[in-house]
């Protein structure tokens, strides 16, 4: 059983908007990119995981407890970061940060001060007057300073600097490490690359493919034979692209990037 668990989900908004029968899983000490173009429906699923969204048909369960009904359980035992604080913009970086200790009645101090060193983020002052990427660092202190089993992440770089990216990307890996579940959307491919188990795309509400990277990549790779005028010949073209020569001829195996090979999905090529 998987700890996040979506089956059929849908919610319809009209005019061809909203979630069609989303489903997919995300396993125990998994990382899972959640990826799509804008408003393909990242944001409304998790939103759904996270209780702030009734289902209209489906299921949405986070360790066998419903997201809907069960929503303070979820949003107690959970990381959440997401997709904007606007809420939140006339309390100032520390208060928003003990408001959430509360609301969850649990932090670890000397976890939210390694992390507030970590992403050099100064908590004074309001919401409201911080940069976006200062609001974002805001974001990720409060979903990792309860040292939560589960994360779900919606952008959780966007805004941050290469510097932060680097530190958000080294961040998800000890997390992963420590056995954490998390489902991160993004429109990074090397974060998602460098963090992520699996991925699933998601175009206009539906889900296009749920698989492995390493999948990705197999099913994306191409091989071609090409005939050379002599052996030697041959021989020199493999070496120089990676071929293996068989007498005038050479196999040549090329693989595509992954940033190529999502925007295939992206596109509707697939
Ligand atoms: N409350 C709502 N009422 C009507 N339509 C909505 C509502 N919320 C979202 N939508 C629409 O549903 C679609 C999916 O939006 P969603 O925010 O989930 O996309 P997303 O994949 O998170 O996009 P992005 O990458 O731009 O953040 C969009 O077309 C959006 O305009």
Redesign the pocket.
């Known amino acids: 059983m998987g700890v996040i668990e979506i089956k059929h989900l849908t919610r319809d908004?009209?005019h061809g908007?909203?979630?069609f029968d989303i489903s997919f899983d995300v396993n125990r000490g998994e990382v899972f990119g959640f990826l799509?173009?804008?408003?393909?429906?990242?944001?409304?699923?998790?939103?759904h995981l996270v209780g702030f969204i009734k289902n209209q048909s489906g299921t949405c369960t986070i360790n066998g407890h419903d997201c809907w009904k069960e929503s303070a359980y979820i949003n107690k035992h959970l990381g959440y970061i997401p997709?904007e604080m606007a809420l939140f913009d006339d309390m100032t970086g520390h208060g928003f940060l003990s408001f959430m200790a509360r609301y969850r009645g649990r932090v670890d101090m000397r976890r939210q001060q390694e992390l507030i060193e970590l992403f050099e983020l100064n908590p004074q002052g309001k919401i409201k007057k911080m940069s976006k990427g200062m609001k974002q660092k805001l974001g990720i202190v409060s979903a990792f300073m309860h040292n939560p089993d589960i994360l779900i992440l919606?952008?959780p770089t966007s805004g941050l600097d290469p510097l932060m990216q680097k530190h958000f990307i080294e961040l998800i890996a000890k997390e992963k490490e420590k056995g954490k579940t998390i489902l991160l959307?993004s429109?990074i491919f090397e974060e998602v690359e460098r963090t992520c188990d699996r991925v699933g795309i998601?175009r206009q509400?539906k889900m296009v493919t749920v698989d492995s990277i390493e999948i990705l990549r197999k099913r994306h790779m191409h091989q071609y034979t090409v005939t050379l005028p002599s052996n030697q010949e041959a021989e020199a073209f493999a070496r120089d692209f990676d071929g293996i020569a068989e007498g005038n001829k050479v196999h040549v195996t090329s693989t595509s990037s992954l940033e190529h090979i999502f925007m295939d999905y992206y596109q509707g090529d697939q």
């Open positions: 908004y009209g908007k909203g979630v799509g173009p804008n408003g393909a429906g990242k944001t409304t699923t998790i939103r997709g919606d952008e959307s429109h998601i509400g």
